[in-house]
T-cell receptor
Framework: DSGVTQTPKHLITATGQRVTLRCSPR?????VYWYQQSLDQGLQFLIH???????AKGNILERFSAQQFPDLHSELNLSSLELGDSALYFC??????????????FGEGSRLTVL | GQNIDQPTEMTATEGAIVQINCTYQ??????LFWYQQHAGEAPTFLSY????GLEEKGRFSSFLSRSKGYSYLLLKELQMKDSASYLC??????????????FGRGTQLTVWP
């Protein structure tokens, strides 16, 4: 158990819909990262928050947005869903801000299926 | 991203040794991670290299050559439970707000009895 909690574990929805994925980082970690993993791609970095502030953006679509709340949990909002958005969405946390010198702790992931 | 390349698949037998290679672009590089991921599960940390050389941790070792943009993960005394995807990941632009971890597509290792 990494200490990172993600909900829901599985989600099935239809094209055009909107979903929210939730992540609670490890106790004491201020950084939250979101990654997307689909069958034909590796882990793709989406976005990084540190203590409520956006730190870096990766390959995140405009239809997607995220935020980190004062209690440090984070939400990833996916809207106007398309079939290609079906993937495993991982949240990871770390204690660090600017760079990484240690491990990222990953949650179990949220498997999104868009029909 | 960042041209992180690793083989797609490898197979080996129980008790053997296997080496999984990873190459990456050297510009802005500042650290190399290896993660293990079983199917449908979260990646788990195996090793971190920032300086040249070999880091040994039990049956697993990881090597880094910064000048060559090359790393490998060495797994000894393979066990069936080692069947998993092994992800090479590199940190670029550390020390700036752009510091982030880029993953390769993973090497699916199958260990046969």
């Amino acid at each position: 158990d990494s200490g990172v909690t993600q909900t829901p574990k599985h989600l099935i929805t239809a094209t055009g819909q909107r979903v929210t994925l939730r992540c609670s980082p490890r106790s004491g970690d201020l950084s939250v990262y979101w990654y997307q993993q689909s069958l034909d791609q590796g882990l793709q970095f989406l976005i990084h928050y540190y203590n409520g502030e956006e730190r870096a953006k990766g390959n995140i679509l405009e239809r997607f947005s995220a935020q980190q709340f004062p209690d440090l949990h984070s939400e990833l909002n996916l809207s106007s869903l398309e079939l290609g958005d079906s993937a495993l969405y991982f949240c990871a946390s770390s204690a660090e801000d600017r760079g990484l010198t240690g491990e990222l702790f990953f949650g179990e992931g949220s498997r999104l299926t868009v029909l | 991203g960042q041209n992180i390349d690793q083989p797609t698949e490898m197979t080996a037998t129980e008790g053997a040794i296997v080496q999984i290679n990873c190459t990456y672009q050297t510009s802005g590089f500042n650290g190399l991670f290896w993660y293990q991921q079983h199917a449908g599960e979260a990646p788990t940390f195996l090793s971190y290299n920032v300086l040249d050389g070999l880091e040994e941790k039990g049956r697993f070792s990881s090597f880094l050559s910064r000048s060559k943009g090359y790393s490998y993960l060495l797994l000894k005394e393979l066990q069936m439970k080692d069947s998993a995807s092994y992800l090479c990941a590199a940190v670029f632009d550390r020390g700036s707000t752009l510091g982030r971890l880029y993953f390769g597509r993973g090497t699916q290792l199958t260990v046969w009895p």
